[in-house]
């Protein structure tokens, strides 16, 4: 009993909160809706806000992911609770789980500073197999809250002895300043660059109850009123664990980077167009799909005092393009069976909408994330008209009804961010897209609506590219891409041959031994 005791008894408390700011649009979704295929979860209020279990989600991963050397599983463990589960060679009891000792509220909307909480529509669709169809009953549409928006982060960790504490506290004061300095990525579709945060002026408060007067401050804490300290100024929260001040002054370095970030400049030196149909400010039938951007550098370089409107591409538009032009990669230049390219495709960008349904492969998450493009450079400032009309071809009249116009935009130059996993044996992927890239870049694939006419033809800037082509049209830069390929290949081979001995032996003719499927 005593030992029990000695485990739980409390050390500290450390009260965290800050402003989290959305750097993207964002989804944490729900599907009670009639009108939507998914919308955004919402308070009492009506107001869209941040559950306590999608952050904590996203905490937990994001520790996870920086390795075991920088944030131990059982530290992990003691922060965000364990399920019971049994021991090898001991009864089930002896491990009954740990409740999480960090606790994360619900992050409500902080509306300062002209901000707003801007919920938008957006279509998203499966592609068939040619990649320029719609797959059958694969449109869909979801809410989204714009970037810029605010929300109160709270966090309290409560520190036990036995637990780990010091340990805690040092990943927790990691965790701060990653947040500080990286993004986190919270709700749905991280892969395609939604839900990306940024942690602004955090501040702490602490009471360790080895203090005296330590049991009034913690019945007196109140979120509003405690006198919080700004999270720099105290050097973190390491000062829990010494008497000492002075060791509060080391330096607290973020968690390892997950991904390496590339970012490719590119050019769309014609029309472009995302299309957005839900503009009810706008004469046009579909225009450009843009988003909000706030901050006083937005503003100040508009010459305006509001939000600042920019047309967006979208992390989805990219990732259907670049899957599209993968395909095509493999299938015509590499000429490999389409097996491999299935599992090429869905270790890099995630399985399809396809693999899924009709069961040939189990739904794997993307491999690589790619951002939402913001334009912030095209030839005017906003989209402009274009009228198009349907001709009949017996008649060259116009067909009655078929007279449409579109807002688009006209000489892009942009960036597109992708993060690919900072592992070796993940090389490939960079390869693969970076193989892509260039496929698009001798225009063999387009971005967005209306290609057949011209739009959406995008030159991919050299600079950041690993992969290139000479002038004699040879590829260099694919040596990791080549084995994968090689690996993949043996895979799929050795699956074939499993799957015909079953066949065999299920009509009860199986051959004495697999060599003889393999040679017969």
């Known amino acids: 009993m005593s030992s029990i005791i000695e485990r739980n008894r409390l050390k500290a408390f450390v009260w965290i909160k800050g402003k989290l700011v959305a750097q993207s649009a964002f989804l944490t979704q729900s599907y009670d809706n009639e009108i939507y295929d998914s919308i955004v979860l919402r308070d009492a209020a009506g107001r869209p806000y941040v559950p306590g279990t999608s952050l904590a989600g996203a905490l937990r991963v994001r520790m996870q992911e920086a390795g075991t050397s920088d944030a131990p599983p059982e530290v992990v463990e003691a922060m965000f609770g364990s399920e019971a589960r049994e021991k090898a060679g001991s009864a089930p009891s002896n491990d009954e789980g740990l409740q999480s000792a960090l606790i994360v509220n619900e992050c409500y909307a902080l509306l300062e500073d002209g901000r707003e909480q801007r919920i938008s529509i957006r279509d998203g669709i499966a592609l068939s197999e040619d990649e320029r169809t719609v797959a059958p009953r694969a449109l869909y549409d979801y809410e989204?809250?714009?970037?810029?928006?605010?929300?109160?982060?709270?966090?309290?960790?409560?520190?036990?002895?036995?637990?780990?504490?010091?340990?805690?506290v040092a990943l927790l004061d990691r965790l701060v300043k990653t947040l500080l300095d990286d993004d986190l990525i919270v709700g749905a579709k991280g892969s395609r660059g939604l839900g990306r945060f940024r942690l602004e002026s955090p501040e702490v408060y602490v009471v360790k109850l080895s203090d005296d007067g330590a049991r009034d401050a913690y019945r007196d804490f109140d979120w509003s009123t405690s006198a919080f300290s700004p999270w720099e100024e105290v050097g973190g929260i390491q000062k829990v664990l010494t008497d000492s001040e002075n060791n509060t002054e080391s330096t607290i370095t973020p968690l390892p980077p997950c991904w390496d970030v590339v970012r490719y400049d590119i050019k769309v030196p014609g029309s472009l167009l995302i299309r957005d149909y839900r503009r009810p400010d706008l004469m046009a039938d579909a225009t450009m799909l843009t988003t909000t951007r706030y901050g006083k550098d937005e503003q100040a370089s508009n010459g305006s005092s509001k939000p600042v409107r920019y047309p967006l591409i979208p992390g989805t538009s990219w990732g259907g393009l670049l899957r599209g032009a993968v395909r095509r990669v493999l299938k015509d230049d590499f000429g490999l069976d389409a097996s491999v390219c299935q599992a090429l495709l869905a270790r890099c960008f995630g399985a399809d909408y396809h693999e899924v349904k009709q069961k040939k492969s189990e739904a794997l998450a993307s491999g690589v994330l790619i951002d939402e493009t913001v334009v912030k450079k095209c030839a005017y400032t906003g989209?402009?008209?274009?009228?198009?009309?349907?001709?009949?071809?017996f008649t060259g009249g116009v067909v009655a009804g078929h007279l449409f116009t579109d807002g688009v935009i006209v000489a892009v130059t942009a960036q597109l961010t992708v993060r690919y996993p900072r592992d070796d044996a993940s090389r490939w992927m960079r390869q693969l897209v970076e193989l892509a890239l260039l496929d698009v870049d001798e225009g063999f694939a387009a971005l967005g609506g209306e290609v057949s006419v011209g739009r959406g033809l995008v030159e991919v800037g050299s600079s950041a590219m690993s992969v290139r082509m000479d002038d004699k049209g040879n590829v260099t830069g694919v040596e990791d891409l080549l084995e994968?390929?090689?690996?993949?290949?043996?895979?799929?081979?050795?699956?074939?041959?499993?799957?015909?001995?079953?066949?065999?032996?299920?009509?009860?003719?199986?051959?004495?031994?697999?060599?003889?499927v393999a040679h017969g």
């Open 144 to 168: 989204v809250v714009e970037a810029g928006a605010a929300y109160e982060l709270r966090l309290e960790l409560i520190v036990r002895d036995g637990r780990h504490p010091a340990e805690q």
């Open 484 to 516: 994968k390929i090689r690996e993949l290949e043996d895979e799929v081979r050795d699956l074939d041959k499993k799957h015909e001995l079953e066949k065999a032996r299920e009509s009860n003719s199986a051959p004495e031994s697999e060599e003889a």
């Open 383 to 393: 989209p402009i008209d274009v009228t198009r009309t349907a001709l009949d071809r």
